[in-house]
């Protein structure tokens, strides 16, 4: 089991930056891959960015090149640098863990506010 709870969101205009934070308890933050998604009213949620154990990355395309993800595994935190932010950056985004076992992300914080103004 692991907790995760999130922040870093707000108001931000556009061209702007944000550094969301997802901080993990609860079990060994280490043996999971962490990943950052992000929903809007009325659509599924989607994938962002996932790292894995090691800080290997991967962005979905529309992510690559002003999203970065990290992780300090000393601190159980996962981080989600968005630079240049743009109007539709704005939605709830949420931090989730996937056992190093397992396919699926088993594990889903509550999700912070990102609103980015024009």
């Known amino acids: 089991q692991v907790q995760l709870v999130e922040s870093g969101g707000g108001l931000v205009e556009a061209g702007g930056s944000l550094r969301l934070s997802c901080a993990a308890s609860?079990?060994?933050?280490?043996?999971?891959?962490m990943g950052w998604f992000r929903q809007v009213p009325g659509k599924e949620r989607e994938f962002v960015a996932a790292?894995?154990?090691?800080?290997?990355?991967k962005y979905e395309d529309s992510a690559k090149g002003r999203f970065t993800i990290s992780r300090d595994n000393a601190k159980n935190t996962v981080y989600l640098e968005i630079n240049s932010l743009k109007p539709e950056d704005t939605a709830v985004y949420y931090c989730?863990?996937?056992?190093?076992?397992?396919?699926?992300?088993?594990?889903w914080g509550q999700g912070t506010q990102v609103t980015v103004s024009s």
């Open positions: 790292i894995n154990l090691m800080g290997g990355s």
């Open positions: 989730a863990a996937r056992p190093i076992t397992m396919t699926s992300y088993d594990y």
């Open positions: 609860g079990s060994t933050f280490g043996t999971y891959w």
